[in-house]
């Protein structure tokens, strides 16, 4: 699945002295602070998950659309693109075990969303036991 890639540079927001995400590339970025950022950016995320079918359906709930993908030999997944181009691979823990102790952060339109949640920020838990930290818009 071909991906696009974008570059992403923060710039600092009216009088506020935080930060606003832009489209852009160009010379290194400041923070209010003064302090250099980075212009790298997380493409890929994969989650290894002890039941694969659960975790599908969970993240699906929250409005991901996944894709089923085979890389040669290894073993079928689910992806989805982000918002952004970034790609989130819901993988089967297999030998390795699940992806440990991690936080995942989403950003969901609320008509996207297929569970009784409304806007603002939720903490959940996926199957696997993961925190989810789900930031439900308008």
């Not at 952060?105 to 989810?132: I, K, N």
Request: glycine share 14%.
């Amino acid at each position: 699945m071909p991906r696009d890639t974008q570059r992403y540079r923060r710039r600092s927001g009216p009088a506020s002295g935080t930060g606003r995400l832009q489209v852009g590339g160009g010379a290194v970025d400041r923070d209010a602070n003064n302090e250099r950022m980075t212009e790298a950016g997380i493409s890929l995320l994969v989650l290894y998950c002890s039941d694969l079918s659960a975790c599908h359906d969970f993240y699906r709930k929250l409005g991901l659309v996944f894709e089923w993908e085979r890389h040669a030999s290894g073993p079928e997944h689910h992806a989805a693109v982000l918002a952004g181009g970034a790609v989130l691979e819901l993988y089967p823990a297999g030998a390795g075990g699940a992806t440990g102790r991690v936080r995942v952060g989403l950003t969901v339109p609320r008509d996207a969303v297929q569970a009784a949640l409304e806007p603002g920020t939720h903490l959940l838990r996926d199957p696997d036991g993961r925190a989810v930290e789900l930031c439900v818009t308008a």
